[in-house]
């Protein structure tokens, strides 16, 4: 498909308009990150505890910040994920909070705390049976024995109660349900409940507007380790690609290509830097997509220029590198078109838990994008320029290695 036929743009002579633009993005980016004194690091890398929590009905963040205070715990963050009727939030403790393991799982119970106070005082003796452990429901009804299983045996009455705990907490986690129960008598649908169940549930349990679905826990030395590996991983995708280019084309070539890679990196961290968004482990898996994305960009448009290059070497290669973008203009638009407008409607539809992953993606397609065409190529040109000319002046004849075709 050719959405252009035999486009002649000339590249290379707007480029210094993109140069100046990348320059103004990544100084920006890069003063923003200097004055935040470092990116803003999710739970992932700074360490804290993350408790994704459902309510029965929309919740009040104000309220919930409220109690949270009340608690004695600050500098939290909350964000509702999902759809609307969805009613979950996520509510994000930092190291300034938890500072130890046992401390992290100490802001998790303040946090359920804080909440069941919002739903009034919990009756005396009863457990909460949406935030129940499958250990805490079998306790109770090994306790009551509704089912009369200790005249078979204490093993066999800790057994029964333990696989019916289960099922009834499984029960509860999955949809339809998922973490909420309003009435025990929903309940009488899992295997092995009766009626005497039900009712030692009613005497020991009680129902909360709300369930803590999900925990995740990151101590200040993993989150520590896996920002290391984030920054080794990405430092060793590039220096990979480096040699792959310098083996495929020229050292050049792969130089630019690392040089626009980096600059497209850089400008989607200045973007996050300046809107204040967390660095996480899906926006990490994101510039690393990013990165083979804008590298195989690269590839595409300089193989053209090499085999433009190979035909004609007489040609002024101002000229002949204009002539290779325009030839890989169709397929440059087909592809980030149809790529943008995917990662575009990941970031509108997909939900707070991937928006970083999806941000990540917007900016960098339309930023490696035009790396390709007014980074990477300039650099090329430049170097060719100085590299085709002696001290006098006159041309010399470069990148002629037959090598280079055979590597093909």
């Known amino acids: 498909m050719e959405f252009f036929h035999e486009p002649k743009i000339e590249w290379m002579g707007k480029k210094w308009y993109f140069i100046a633009l990348s320059l103004a993005l990544a100084a920006a980016g890069l003063i923003s990150i200097a004055v935040h004194r ?10 804290g505890t993350v408790v994704t929590v459902k309510f029965a009905k929309q919740p009040n963040l104000d309220a919930i910040r409220n109690e949270l ?66 250990q805490t429901v079998a306790e109770r009804l090994i306790a009551s024995d509704p089912l009369k299983l200790a005249s078979k045996g204490l093993d066999a009455a800790t057994k029964g109660y333990q696989d019916l705990a289960q099922a009834l907490v499984n029960f509860r986690n999955n949809p339809p349900k998922s973490g909420l129960i309003a009435d025990f008598q929903e309940l009488n649908s899992v295997p092995g409940v009766t009626p005497a169940v039900t009712s030692a549930l009613n005497d020991n349990f009680y129902l909360s507007g709300f369930a803590a679905k999900d925990t995740k826990i990151v101590g200040p030395k993993v989150g520590k380790d896996l920002r290391l590996q984030a920054l080794y991983v990405t430092l060793a995708g590039l220096a990979a690609m480096l040699v792959y280019i310098w083996y495929r084309f020229e050292l050049v070539y792969g130089l630019a290509a690392v040089v626009a890679t980096f600059h497209d990196v850089i400008i989607t961290l200045g973007f996050f830097s300046l809107l204040n968004k967390e660095i996480t482990l899906t926006v990490i898996a994101a510039l690393l997509t990013l990165v083979g994305y804008s590298m195989n960009d690269t590839i595409v448009v300089f193989d053209r220029i090499r085999e433009n290059f190979r035909l ?14 325009n030839q890989t203009l169709s397929r440059t638009i087909l592809t980030s078109g149809l790529t943008f407008i995917a990662v575009l409607s990941l970031f509108i539809f997909g939900g707070e838990v991937i928006h970083g992953f999806a941000f990540a993606l917007v900016v960098g ?11 990477a190529s300039p650099i090329v040109v ?27």
């Open 312 to 325: 004609n070497k007489r040609e002024n290669f101002v000229e002949l590198v204009n002539r290779s973008i």
């Open 38 to 47: 470092g990116l803003i690091y999710g739970i992932d890398f700074r360490g």
């Open 69 to 134: 205070h009340a608690e004695n715990i600050r500098d939290e963050t909350i964000q509702q994920i999902g759809a609307a009727q969805d009613h979950e939030i996520i509510i994000s403790l930092d190291l300034k909070e938890t500072t130890s393991t046992q401390a992290l799982d100490t802001g998790k119970r303040a946090i359920i705390t804080a909440l069941s106070r919002m739903f009034g005082t919990p009756p005396a003796g009863k457990e909460d049976f949406n935030n129940a452990s499958p």
């Open 365 to 375: 397609v339309i930023i490696g994008t035009y790396s390709s065409i007014f980074i």
């Open 382 to 408: 430049y170097f060719h320029m100085r590299l085709a000319k002696t001290p006098a002046g006159t041309k010399v004849k470069v990148y002629e290695r037959e090598a280079a075709g055979a590597r093909r």
